[in-house]
């Protein structure tokens, strides 16, 4: 089956560094998106991972082993409008996608 | 502007009633999905097509039919909306099944 895992809820605050953490077990895999969802909102695209290692993308970054089924996203500097829900995504490569519920993280001041 | 739209955006009805959620994308994407969010619960996919004429089951397809008779649009079809149908939708596109999928905005459903 294919299950994905992460956290429900983190806080944090502005300026400071937060890091989500998914674990995923999937029936095929090619690489792990993250997307970004503020309330009410459309998910958007924030980052995809095919290769092991970290890959730096502004005030974010994204990690991936692919041998532990994980992966993380890094938030730095955070801001106020940081605060969303953050969703993990494999790529498993077929048709169908599937999502977990997310983690939904609140900035404070 | 690359986009994808979805209309109407917010929708109140009865029991029953009819109705079509319609999509549409100017990207030329092969890949067209339509996805449904509840609380606590994230996105669950209804259905999804990979090309005209092509479309599949996602995890949640009952009482949603789907149509992909040209590659820009694909519509969402409530033939008898019953009150757990009450959700927020998105449809979604992509180049293929493999690819970063683009989001419209949502459309918020009520059925009474």
């Known amino acids: 089956g294919q299950n994905i895992d992460q956290p429900t809820e983190m806080t944090a605050t502005e300026g400071a560094i937060v890091q989500i953490n998914c674990t995923y077990q999937?029936?095929?895999?090619?690489?792990l998106f993250w997307y970004q969802q503020h309330a009410g909102e459309a998910p958007t695209f924030l980052s995809y991972?095919?290769?092991?290692g970290l890959e730096e993308k502004g005030r974010f970054s994204s990690f991936l082993s692919r041998s532990k089924g994980y992966s993380y996203l890094l938030l730095k500097e955070l801001q106020m409008k940081d605060s969303a829900s953050y969703l993990c995504?494999?790529?498993?490569?077929?048709?169908?996608?599937?999502f977990g519920a997310g983690t939904r993280l609140f900035v404070k001041a | 502007e690359a986009q994808v739209t979805q209309n109407p955006r917010y929708l109140i009805t009865v029991t029953g009633k009819k109705l079509t959620v319609t999509c549409s994308q100017n990207?030329?994407?092969?890949?067209m999905s339509w996805y449904r969010q509840d609380p606590g619960l994230g996105l669950r996919q209804i259905y999804y097509?990979?090309?005209?004429?092509?479309?599949d089951k996602g995890d949640v397809p009952e009482g949603y039919k789907v149509s992909r008779k040209e590659k820009r649009n694909f519509p969402l079809i409530l033939e008898s909306p019953s009150p757990n149908q009450t959700s927020l939708y998105f449809c979604?596109?992509?180049?293929?099944?493999?690819?970063?999928?683009?989001f419209g905005p949502g459309t918020r459903l009520t059925v009474l």
């Open positions: 979604a596109s992509s180049l293929s099944g493999a690819d970063t999928q683009y």
């Open positions: 999937t029936s095929g895999f090619n690489g």
């Open positions: 991972n095919v290769l092991d």
């Open positions: 995504v494999p790529n498993t490569g077929g048709f169908k996608t599937i």
């Open positions: 990207m030329n994407h092969e890949y």
């Open positions: 097509s990979m090309n005209v004429e092509v479309t």
